[in-house]
């Protein structure tokens, strides 16, 4: 069995503005790390080329008039949504072919042609609302994905895990009220970085209400405060909902490189996320999982991190990098604290 890594060349044509965090030399960092490690003379990886989604397939995550609004405005050449969050003329493209990056992954692990995926896309998704571009983001690539594997595979239990530093209000705000896709996220407390949201008492509604769970974590929070949510709420979780499909939404800007946020992940503990993510969907779904990059900004470590995501998910051995960062004894103290809670009002823990 191999990976697939997802890549068009559109992604890097997406541009907000010049010296945007967001921008095309992230995925070109990715694709450096990988090619200098030799990943692609494996067997193992194989480099995919998406198609563009169709957009019935998107209207299920996102209205007809808005989609049309980031065709009209890329087609005239670029515009704004917000002071961070803008278009250029190939914007709309690349969002379809992120979005249709997805959909064929999943199709593909479905049908047994590849064991796993990473999507390495831009623009990332996770913020992106129904009607609302934001935070970086147009089309949400994994709600997409999510969606088509329940309306298209017949699916009944997507799980979605998201350890981008900023909450996925978007992926969230999708299934807010479905039993069907288990939503869990990890990312710095709402109260001190953006997009303000994502606590713990953000648990469903409906139908829905137990399937959201929101990890919160204190800045500086890194290797060992997530080693104690994967052991104590993740793992957990997957045994009791049972999985059919894991989909990661990874933001690599969690590190404590990272010049937007401030957390404090290092490599070794992605590698470790990933690792126990790999078991995890090796345990519960017979293997199905795919990744979707959403955020990271330091360059270098969107290099070493992609390129041990690769090795993690192709069966290649991981390669170790010469970091050293201990999270304070508060933060360890603060997700512990944490975990408690959220386990007491999770009906699936």
Do not use: W
Request: charged fraction near 20%.
């Amino acid at each position: 069995m191999v990976t697939d890594l997802v890549y068009h060349d559109m992604f890097v044509k997406h541009e907000m503005s010049a010296g945007h965090p967001e921008g095309p030399d992230r995925l070109k960092s990715a694709m450096n790390y990988a090619e200098k490690a030799g990943l692609f003379e494996d067997e193992r990886l194989n480099l995919f080329t998406p198609e563009p989604a169709s957009l019935d397939t998107v209207y299920a995550i996102h209205g007809k008039r808005y989609l049309e609004g980031i065709k009209e405005k890329s087609e005239k050449g670029g515009g704004f949504y917000s002071l961070d969050t803008a278009v250029n003329s190939y914007t709309f493209e690349a969002a379809l072919l992120a979005a249709g990056g997805g959909i064929g992954a999943v199709d593909r692990v479905v049908a047994g042609t590849t064991e796993n995926a990473f999507v390495l896309c831009r623009p990332p998704g996770h913020h992106a609302e129904f009607e609302r571009a934001f935070g970086f983001c147009f089309i949400n690539n994994i709600a997409v994905a999510a969606s088509h594997l329940i309306r298209n595979h017949g699916l009944s239990r997507v799980m979605i895990i998201d350890y981008d530093a900023h909450h996925g209000n978007g992926t969230q705000n999708s299934f807010y009220s479905s039993d069907q896709v288990l939503y869990v996220g990890l990312h710095q407390d709402g109260r001190t970085l953006f997009p303000g949201s994502g606590f713990p008492d953000e648990i469903g509604t409906g139908e829905g209400k137990g399937y959201t769970l929101n990890l919160a974590m204190y800045p500086g929070a890194g290797d060992k405060s997530y080693d104690l949510a994967f052991k104590k709420v993740i793992e957990p979780l997957a045994e009791s909902f049972k999985p059919e499909f894991i989909l990661v939404s990874v933001g690599f800007d969690s590190h404590y490189k990272d010049p937007l946020t401030s957390l404090g992940l290092t490599t070794t503990g992605f590698a470790m996320m990933n690792s126990r993510l790999k078991q995890i969907a090796s345990k519960e779904t017979s293997g199905k999982l795919t990744c979707f990059l959403e955020g990271g900004y330091n360059l270098d470590v969107m290099g070493m991190c992609a390129q041990n995501l690769l090795e993690e998910l192709s069966g290649v051995p991981v390669s170790e990098f010469n970091e050293h960062h201990t999270e304070s004894e508060t933060c360890t103290q603060y997700t512990e604290a944490l975990i408690e809670q959220v386990t007491k009002t999770s009906p699936l823990l």
